[in-house]
């Protein structure tokens, strides 16, 4: 993708054919890809769900080689395989997902780990002060603060409506942070970097979109 802010027009642009129902349909799509910024290679609906990469396909990671790494301002840097991970006690909770483009996903069952539980191996420095996520779909991160991200709705998803996470949905695990726009919700994660400052800017938010991706009041609400 260029480095290039998208700019609130654009993003207004993307707001409008979401709440205007264009994702729908062969003529929407051809819309859609016309007001999604030049570098997201792919839009694939599945299930009323709308599947954007920033790249030329879906990453594709193979469960066995999988590996979490945990480490930045931690007492002691920890690596969790896919298995570790389902090893670790589990949360659900049924949300919704809303992404910043209009559309909306209700009542989403997930299932994974909440960041309490996963941090607490690698054990937090006290000067930690947020997390970034990084994703195998290289360049994107984007971070949380530590009081956003150990809220009790905010997980490390494995399974999504019963199964395991597709490869489309970030198999083998996602953030989900259901109070603010799907673009905070990384897929594929494979670093989680505790920072000692909330400074960096994730993937979107280099390019005009809000740090603090709050559900209408964020991004022009």
Known sequence: MHDRAI??????????????????????????????????????????WRIYTIGASIPRLDPAEYRLT???????????????????????????????????IQNVHWRGVRFRTLLEEAGLRSNAKALRFVSAEVPYDDSLTLPQALAGDVMLALD????????????????????????????????????TTHTDLGFWEQRGYDKDAWIGASNGF
Request: charged share 20%; glycine share 16%.
């Open 160 to 195: 999504m409506d019963g199964k395991p996470l597709s490869h489309a949905h970030g198999f083998p695990a996602r953030l989900v942070m259901p109070r603010m726009y799907g673009y905070k919700g990384v897929k594929w994660v494979t670093r989680i970097e505790a920072r």
């Open 7 to 48: 700019g609130r027009a654009a993003f207004l642009g993307l707001v409008g054919a979401g709440v205007a129902g264009l994702f729908y349909g062969r003529e929407g799509m051809g819309l859609l890809g016309r007001l999604v910024p030049d570098g997201v290679q792919s839009i694939v609906p599945t299930s009323g």
């Open 70 to 104: 945990i480490d930045g301002a931690v007492r002691s840097p920890v690596t969790y395989t896919l298995a570790d991970l389902r090893r670790l006690p589990q949360a659900e909770q049924v949300s919704d997902f809303q992404c910043v483009t209009g559309w909306r």
